[in-house]
């Protein structure tokens, strides 16, 4: 098992910027690919990036490309997602989720382990 904590979420104006952790706990994190997604009112749960086990493959909502960047540091069992350019369409609660999966995917029920989110809230 895994477990996920995530933080880094808060208010910023349109145009910011936001750095969200997700800290892993428990099994060997470098045996895990993580995805960040986000879920606002009304609306599904929806795949922003993922990571592969080593970092070095990465995928992104085409929304975000360019803005966002994910990336992690298996030393510190913690995964990140840089935002910039934040629009208040960003306006979600973030999770992280962990798999096992040699490659990245983007299915929310693929994802084995998920953290209880960070609320991310964008004004115009």
């Known amino acids: 098992q895994v477990q996920l904590v995530e933080s880094g979420g808060g208010l910023v104006q349109a145009g910011g910027s936001l750095r969200l952790s997700c800290a892993a706990s428990?099994?060997?994190?470098?045996?895990?690919?993580v995805g960040w997604f986000r879920q606002a009112p009304g609306n599904e749960r929806e795949f922003i990036a993922g990571?592969?086990?080593?970092?070095?493959?990465?995928v992104y909502k085409d929304s975000v490309k360019g803005r966002f960047t994910i990336s992690r540091d298996n030393a510190k069992n913690t995964v990140f997602l840089q935002m910039n350019s934040l629009k208040p369409e960003d306006t979600a609660v973030y999770y992280c989720?962990?798999?096992?999966?040699?490659?990245?995917?983007?299915?929310?029920?693929?994802?084995?382990?998920w953290g209880q989110g960070t609320q991310v809230t964008v004004s115009s």
């Open positions: 990571i592969s086990r080593s970092g070095g493959v990465t």
């Open positions: 428990g099994r060997t994190f470098s045996l895990f690919a």
């Open positions: 989720a962990a798999n096992t999966s040699p490659t990245v995917v983007r299915v929310p029920s693929s994802f084995d382990y």
